[in-house]
């Protein structure tokens, strides 16, 4: 199957190429390229430029700095970002809390808080998951007891990623631990991560790095006007922060460009090894399969609201980054087992056991595989 653009749509794509290949600075695509870790001030820097031209994010209402784009034209803008090493918006700001803010926050809470969301004068973090919750995020124990005009906060989240970076914390929070269903009597509510009582201390993953950290949370008083909506409805705002985030987490423009540049790190070998080439055949078929369903879930959402096949992509995108980058750690050999330059080996294959590692861990976040096998087999084909 060959598909072809529109003509509008074509120039909107050259529109695009030129500006993230011309207008984000080198520095911060060829860390992206390197595939090494960015710095919080690269991320910031690149998401202020897209913010300044206007397309930081166009899946906001057109009022707070979005754009009234096509579902067709955000796979494209996504697409080329992705082609040309550009890092995409900050997930936390541009397609979990922002979307949340300007669909239930009071007018108040969307003036205050959505500019300095979109252009990354706040850096978000994300205080959902609790160590003794697991997949079930609504047996979550954070307590919020409101008193006077403060809420109080007690508490810990955990696996909490760049929190070492984080200005303000959004989170879920219990306040009527004596609602009937354990979905209901939760909160969404905005924490200044400045707040006496705050302490973030960081996990030590497999692949090295220190991505992830436990926030604690003693006697902290929290404004009862950073209460997101209204008081114990927090479970429907999260629903819907989470069917964006599965959608996300599919990453296809990333895993698009790693299997070309995986084909060209391969070079003879994949002429001269038939099994190499299948294996690359199958999963570019897989790519397609995933990326024409991302168009279609996108295109048939309505509202603003995330659909139940938003679980699809995070089950099948999340599968298939794993199998890439094993694909890749394959094609490095002994020599991705070495992070070390001074060990000689090529650049690519530096980061291919980190990033196998790193990998690991999609098939939990954003949701576990197992909770979206749930939900697939509940909501869609209604078993």
Same mark, same amino acid.
């Given at each position: 199957?060959?598909? $072809?653009?529109?003509?509008?749509?074509?120039?909107? $794509?050259?529109?695009?190429?030129?500006?993230?290949?011309?207008?984000?600075?080198?520095?911060?695509?060829?860390?992206?390229?390197?595939?090494?870790?960015?710095?919080?001030?690269?991320?910031?820097e690149s998401m202020r430029t897209l913010?300044?031209?206007?397309?930081?994010?166009?899946?906001?209402?057109?009022?707070?700095?979005?754009?009234?784009?096509?579902?067709?034209?955000?796979?494209?803008?996504?697409?080329?970002?992705?082609?040309?090493?550009?890092?995409?918006?900050?997930?936390?700001?541009?397609?979990?809390?922002?979307?949340?803010?300007?669909?239930?926050?009071?007018?108040?809470?969307?003036?205050?808080?959505?500019?300095?969301?979109?252009?990354?004068?706040?850096?978000?973090?994300?205080?959902?998951?609790?160590?003794?919750?697991?997949?079930?995020?609504?047996?979550?124990?954070?307590?919020?007891?409101?008193?006077?005009?403060?809420?109080?906060?007690?508490?810990?989240?955990?696996?909490?990623?760049?929190?070492?970076?984080?200005?303000?914390?959004?989170?879920?929070?219990?306040?009527?631990?004596?609602?009937?269903?354990?979905?209901?009597?939760?909160?969404?509510?905005?924490?200044?991560?400045?707040?006496?009582?705050?302490?973030?201390?960081?996990?030590?993953?497999?692949?090295?790095?220190?991505?992830?950290?436990?926030?604690?949370?003693?006697?902290?008083?929290?404004?009862?006007?950073?209460?997101?909506?209204?008081?114990?409805?927090?479970?429907?705002?999260?629903?819907?922060?989470?069917?964006?985030?599965?959608?996300?987490?599919?990453?296809?423009?990333?895993?698009?460009?790693?299997?070309?540049?995986?084909?060209?790190?391969?070079?003879?070998?994949l002429r001269e090894d038939p099994l190499?080439?299948?294996?690359?055949?199958?999963?570019?078929?897989?790519?397609?399969?995933?990326?024409?369903?991302?168009?279609?879930?996108?295109?048939?959402?309505?509202?603003?609201?995330?659909?139940?096949?938003?679980?699809?992509?995070?089950?099948?995108?999340?599968?298939?980054?794993?199998?890439?980058?094993?694909?890749?750690?394959?094609?490095?050999?002994?020599?991705?087992?070495?992070?070390?330059?001074?060990?000689?080996?090529?650049?690519?294959?530096?980061?291919?056991?980190?990033?196998?590692?790193?990998? $690991?861990?999609?098939?939990?976040?954003?949701?576990?595989?197992?909770?979206?096998?749930?939900?697939?087999?509940?909501?869609?084909?209604?078993?």
């Amino acid at each position: 199957m060959k598909l $072809r653009l529109s003509p509008e749509d074509a120039a909107f $794509r050259a529109e695009l190429r030129e500006f993230f290949t011309t207008q984000v600075p080198r520095h911060i695509r060829d860390t992206v390229a390197a595939r090494e870790d960015l710095t919080k001030e690269q991320m910031v820097e690149s998401m202020r430029t897209l913010d300044a031209a206007g397309i930081a994010v166009p899946n906001w209402p057109v009022e707070w700095g979005g754009k009234d784009w096509t579902p067709l034209q955000r796979h494209i803008w996504h697409e080329e970002m992705r082609a040309a090493c550009v890092p995409p918006p900050i997930t936390f700001n541009a397609s979990m809390v922002g979307p949340v803010i300007a669909a239930f926050g009071s007018q108040q809470v969307k003036e205050r808080f959505l500019p300095a969301t979109r252009n990354a004068g706040i850096w978000w973090s994300q205080g959902f998951s609790e160590p003794d919750a697991g997949s079930d995020l609504a047996a979550l124990r954070t307590s919020a007891v409101r008193d006077g005009d403060h809420y109080v906060v007690n508490g810990q989240k955990t696996w909490t990623s760049y929190a070492q970076y984080g200005d303000w914390i959004f989170t879920l929070v219990r306040t009527d631990p004596d609602a009937p269903r354990k979905q209901a009597g939760i909160s969404f509510l905005l924490i200044d991560m400045t707040t006496p009582g705050v302490t973030v201390r960081p996990i030590r993953l497999i692949d090295g790095g220190s991505l992830v950290n436990e926030v604690f949370f003693q006697d902290v008083r929290v404004p009862a006007d950073n209460l997101v909506g209204q008081e114990n409805h927090g479970w429907h705002y999260a629903k819907f922060l989470l069917g964006n985030e599965r959608a996300g987490i599919a990453g296809v423009g990333g895993t698009k460009w790693l299997l070309a540049e995986a084909k060209t790190w391969a070079g003879d070998r994949l002429r001269e090894d038939p099994l190499l080439a299948a294996d690359f055949a199958r999963l570019e078929n897989d790519l397609l399969a995933i990326e024409l369903t991302s168009i279609r879930v996108a295109a048939e959402s309505s509202d603003g609201k995330a659909q139940p096949a938003s679980s699809v992509l995070k089950l099948a995108g999340s599968e298939l980054q794993q199998a890439v980058t094993e694909l890749v750690l394959n094609l490095a050999g002994e020599q991705g087992l070495s992070s070390d330059p001074a060990a000689g080996a090529p650049a690519w294959t530096r980061p291919a056991a980190p990033s196998y590692l790193h990998l $690991r861990a999609a098939s939990i976040y954003g949701g576990s595989n197992e909770v979206q096998r749930q939900i697939i087999a509940g909501t869609i084909l209604g078993l």
